[in-house]
T-cell receptor
Framework: ETGVTQTPRHLVMGMTNKKSLKCEQH?????MYWYKQSAKKPLELMFV???????ENNSVPSRFSPECPNSSHLFLHLHTLQPEDSALYLC??????????????FGQGTRLTVV | KQEVTQIPAALSVPEGENLVLNCSFT??????LQWFRQDPGKGLTSLLL?????REQTSGRLNASLDKSSGRSTLYIAASQPGDSATYLC????????????????FGKGTRLSVIA
């Protein structure tokens, strides 16, 4: 069982669809993150959750809606997306100890294509 | 705003060569620096984590150094193998977010490495 698991691995959706990405971490970490990786651009931070509370929203459009029901699970709800939202969406977790930098672990990502 | 630059963008070397990948960042006030490997279409695998108080870390054939004051890090790969072919990403922590203690990462665009047999 890998440390951070994302499902689905691939997703194709129309612009009017609603879908959700799921992330689960088995590492006992207290922080979870969503990152977006577009072609020819660096990974961009989208959302940060600490102990189920959202602590950062990096100016992400409202068509992306995160949900963190507990410290092990993180969702990204998608609705009315645009073709430019097609990208690799990566989930990460870490054990953040307030002032002590710790190692981040990433899932395999969900390759999203919006048609 | 923290920016991370990786040079070169792509690199091709024959098997067995030693090589160095470079990473620079604009704000030296970092908490840590992490090197990752990414295979095509896959997620990120953590290679090395260097805390801001450290100068280097080693794991097998990999050695990463950190010069925080000059905003630079290098990843040294010894005796390269075809299996080392991947994109290597450098990331620095933004520091501790107020009220949360989270340390999100800022990434470079990566160096795409090809090791030719």
């Amino acid at each position: 069982e890998t440390g951070v698991t994302q499902t689905p691995r691939h997703l194709v959706m129309g612009m009017t669809n609603k879908k959700s990405l799921k992330c689960e971490q088995h590492l006992g970490h207290n922080a979870m993150y969503w990152y977006k990786q577009s072609a020819k651009k660096p990974l961009e931070l989208m959302f940060v959750y600490n102990f189920k509370e959202q602590t950062e929203n990096n100016s992400v459009p409202s068509r992306f809606s995160p949900e963190c029901p507990n410290s092990s699970h993180l969702f990204l709800h998608l609705h009315t997306l645009q073709p430019e939202d097609s990208a690799l969406y990566l989930c990460a977790s870490s054990q953040d100890r307030g002032g002590e930098g710790t190692e981040a672990f990433f899932g395999q990502g969900t390759r999203l294509t919006v048609v | 705003k923290q920016e991370v630059t990786q040079i070169p963008a792509a690199l091709s070397v024959p098997e067995g060569e030693n090589l160095v990948l470079n990473c620079s960042f604009t704000d030296s006030a970092i908490y840590n620096l992490q090197w990752f490997r990414q295979d095509p279409g896959k997620g990120l695998t953590s290679l090395l984590l260097i805390q801001s108080s450290q100068r280097e870390q080693t794991s097998g054939r990999l050695n990463a150094s950190l010069d925080k004051s000059s905003g630079r890090s290098t990843l040294y790969i010894a005796a390269s193998q075809p299996g080392d072919s991947a994109t290597y990403l450098c990331a620095v922590s933004l520091g501790v977010l107020p009220n949360s203690g989270n340390t999100p990462l800022v990434f470079g665009k990566g160096t795409r490495l090809s090791v030719i047999a």
